[in-house]
């Protein structure tokens, strides 16, 4: 069984930052991706950032430039470092672990972020 526990979401003032984690656990196949997707009402479920196994990394457009993905592979960890964050990033934002070899992507239950004044 893979399980995904996010936390760091919360509310934030434009401009603010916040930095997300997830720890998957469970037998996890040493070449893996992982990372954080956003979705809001009415729209689908949109790349962030993700990094491979690697040290690879892929960012979405909102992303570039104001969010950082790093992973400690020894604890099977992802972060997201958010900085100067908009409204636009309100969303909730799901971790992912992504394993080809398998067929197979496992999903956090999302943590909530909303950026507002």
């Known amino acids: 069984q893979v399980q995904l526990v996010e936390s760091g979401g919360g509310l934030v003032q434009p401009g603010g930052s916040l930095r997300l984690s997830c720890a998957a656990s469970g037998i996890i196949f040493r070449f893996n991706t992982m990372g954080w997707y956003r979705q809001t009402p009415g729209k689908e479920r949109d790349l962030v950032a993700s990094i491979s196994s690697g040290g690879g990394t892929n960012y979405g457009d909102s992303a570039k430039g104001r969010f950082t993905i790093s992973r400690d592979n020894a604890k099977n960890t992802v972060y997201l470092q958010m900085n100067s964050l908009k409204p636009e990033d309100t969303a909730l934002y799901y971790c992912?672990?992504?394993?080809?070899?398998?067929?197979?992507?496992?999903w956090g239950q999302g943590t909530q972020v909303t950026v507002s004044s």
């Open positions: 992912s672990l992504k394993i080809p070899t398998w067929g197979r992507d496992y």
